[in-house]
């Protein structure tokens, strides 16, 4: 690799250097831009999830981005940012659609931009952030205050309220006493707003995966771990807990409350963050997620969504897939995508995530459209531009038409975007053998 060292990264208020990386291309940096010390400390987790690749080439450290887009941490000194390799526009909505999960990096967070709270993702983001948020409170203690109580009693204790007790004893309650005593309760706006908080998210997540199933579960033990004492939300509280915050009110030794609050605070507030936007409005954990599977399952969900009701749209890995010889069983054709009439021969999708479909990819479509002894088949990628946007010929082998669907996720319109996929698709399936 000749080209030269890219040194140029953006220095973090928290000190670190962040470098930016499309996924699946090289960013070359000198070794004592990534060892200082001389000694590499690169987290187990970028290499042991192949999040990032290294390999050194005498004083050079060639980073290598997976599929795996995100802010990664590399080391203690150094993040880098990948991005998808072509742009996306809206990736809430893709992963929304795609019914996928952004996954948590232990140890990493970052500065988000707060934006709209219209998507599940998003939400399910925040719930994850604000479960582990509130460990700390539910293992560190809940705050407390004093606060003045009333009673009324035949063993007066504290201050005697005059007019109470002359109320009680102009019924004829001589006997009684009403005196007002300072107690100590958890029952505070502060804690009123985490509870309401954790009620929001689990009124509003679906369980629509396994993922969020096992989130609801243990959003629902958290909520569990909050005090029976503690009441419902207050019109008054927000504006209270908003002041503290801003006073940095807390004390000290709960500290771990102010990130919990914010965040509860935004989930209330219906605010939400962005994910195609860096900002510096919030902390939160960094997140990442397989792009290669968001855009195979997205395709996919698409062209379900949007399915007329006597064509079946199956997925290769699962219920589409097949034997992939006539004589022998051991291997299987598993294309990502299955689609057709009962009856009537397949049409087979390959998807792929990159600009344009290479050999290697069209041989392995070719036999995907012997196997299934069918004539069309099609290679959907990602695409950047007009050049290869939209449905267009490949080329014809016997049989076999090969296509090719090009799907603009940088598109400012995704619906209309994805409603052209799903017309085009459709108007290719086969209506007999």
């Known amino acids: 690799m000749n080209s030269p060292l890219n040194e140029v990264g953006e220095l973090l208020p928290d000190g670190r250097t962040l470098y930016r990386l499309q996924s699946r291309k090289s960013l070359e940096l ?35 981005a997976g599929p795996y887009i995100g802010i990664i941490p590399l080391t203690p000194q150094i993040s880098v940012d990948v991005r998808p390799k072509l742009p996306v526009s809206n990736l809430s909505r893709v ?46 203690g809940f705050l407390k205050s004093y606060q003045p109580k009333s009673h009324i009693s035949g063993n007066p204790r504290g201050r005697l309220e005059l007019n109470g007790t002359l109320r009680a004893w102009a019924k004829g309650q001589r006997h009684l006493a009403q005196t007002s005593t300072f107690e100590q309760t958890s029952d505070v706006p502060v804690n009123r707003i985490l509870k309401a908080a954790l009620q929001h998210v689990l009124l509003r997540m679906q369980p629509t995966s396994d993922e969020k199933k096992k989130l609801i579960r243990s959003v629902n033990l958290t909520y569990g771990s909050f005090p029976s004492v503690i009441g419902g939300l207050r019109i008054p509280d927000l504006e209270a807990v908003r ?37 510096e409005d919030v902390s939160l954990s960094s997140f990442i997620v397989n792009f290669d599977e968001i855009f195979e399952e997205y395709a996919r969900r ?27 069983k051991g291997q299987l054709a598993q294309p990502d995508i299955v689609l057709g009439i009962a009856g009537a021969r397949s049409l087979i999708i390959e998807v792929k995530y990159k ?35 939209g449905l ?42």
């Open 95 to 140: 992963l929304d659609i795609a019914h996928r999960s952004l996954s948590l990096l232990p140890n990493a967070s970052r500065l988000y931009l707060n934006d709209t709270l219209g998507s599940a993702s998003v939400l399910e983001f925040l719930a994850l952030n604000f479960r582990d948020s509130l460990m700390p409170i539910i293992e560190g």
């Open 302 to 328: 698409v062209l379900q969504l949007r399915r007329p009701n006597h064509v079946f749209v199956r997925d290769g890995n699962r219920d589409g897939k097949r034997p992939l010889f006539d004589n022998k």
């Open 392 to 433: 267009y010929d490949i080329g014809k082998i016997d049989h076999v038409d090969v296509k090719g669907y090009g799907i603009d996720l940088g598109a400012e319109d995704l619906h209309s975007e994805e409603s052209s996929f799903s017309s085009s698709i459709f108007g290719l399936v086969p209506i007999n053998n």
């Open 355 to 389: 600009d344009k479909p290479n050999r290697d990819d069209i041989n392995q479509a070719v036999t995907y459209a012997i196997c299934y002894r069918t004539n069309i088949v099609v290679l959907v990628h990602q695409c950047d531009g007009d050049s290869t946007r």
């Open 30 to 64: 000198s070794l004592s831009t990534v060892a200082p010390s001389g000694s590499i400390e690169v987290f187990p987790q970028v290499e042991e999830r192949g999040l990032l690749f290294l390999q050194f080439r005498r004083r050079r450290v060639i980073l290598t």
């Open 243 to 279: 002041g503290d915050i801003a006073g940095l009110r807390f004390p000290q030794q709960r500290a771990y409350y102010y990130r919990a609050t914010e965040i509860a605070l935004m989930i209330l507030s219906g605010t939400g963050i962005s994910l195609d936007t860096t900002g």
